[in-house]
């Protein structure tokens, strides 16, 4: 069983920054691979960001790429995504999740633990 906890969503204009952190806690998080999804109202779960185990191979969907960095801290159990030069189609609730396996583009059934979810809302 692996617990996740999301923080640091928030509501922020047009350019700005925000860092999402997601606190593991119940497994090892050094052996899971983990990654990002978010959802916006009226759509689907989407993909956004995945890591792998030892944190030497990321992806991201392409309309986030040179903007959002995932990262993870090992000594925290934690892992971050720092979203800077934010748009109003950034806004989403945004989850924290455990991965079976890394791939370019995951889905939600690749997802074996989900957190809570943060909102995220971009102001134009």
């Known amino acids: 069983q692996v617990q996740l906890v999301e923080s640091g969503g928030g509501l922020e204009q047009t350019g700005g920054s925000l860092r999402l952190s997601c606190a593991a806690s119940?497994?090892?998080?050094?052996?899971?691979?983990m990654g990002w999804f978010r959802q916006a109202p009226g759509k689907e779960r989407e993909f956004v960001t995945a890591?792998?185990?030892?944190?030497?191979?990321?992806y991201y969907t392409d309309s986030v790429k040179g903007r959002f960095t995932i990262s993870r801290d090992k000594a925290k159990n934690t892992v971050y995504l720092q979203m800077n030069s934010l748009k109003p189609e950034d806004t989403a609730v945004y989850y924290c999740?455990?991965?079976?396996?890394?791939?370019?583009?995951?889905?939600?059934?690749?997802?074996?633990?989900w957190g809570q979810g943060t909102q995220v809302t971009v102001s134009s």
């Open positions: 119940g497994r090892t998080f050094a052996s899971l691979v």
């Open positions: 890591i792998s185990v030892s944190g030497g191979t990321t």
């Open positions: 999740a455990t991965l079976r396996w890394l791939r370019p583009v995951a889905t939600p059934q690749d997802v074996v633990y």
